[in-house]
């Protein structure tokens, strides 16, 4: 049963929005789940793999540097980034991780 409403926003817009079913946060004590009825929360996003989960159990990845999360009451889910990009898997979300902690 899906049940999330997620959304990723990044300065230059929306990335991503959609229901789904699971969230997996790089949060600053490491990643956390986020589940429909999860608690209201508001945490700062560390550099990492964000894994969001839709339906049919198929896996999205994002990598997303330094942001707020924020989980709503209704089950609303904004993740608001400095910079994030989807990625085909989670080795190439890791990849693009360490290329937005790399100098230009």
Known sequence: MLGLNFSII??????????VRAIVAPGQCGYFGILKDHAPL?????PGVLKVTEDQNKEIFFAVDCGVLEVSADDQ???????????????????????????A
């Open 10 to 19: 990044t300065p230059t817009g929306k990335l991503y929005e959609n229901t």
């Open 77 to 103: 889910v904004l993740v608001l980034a400095d910079h994030a990009q989807p990625a085909g898997n989670e080795k190439e979300a890791k990849t693009k991780v360490e290329e937005f902690q790399t100098p």
């Open 42 to 46: 508001m945490t700062i996003l560390s």
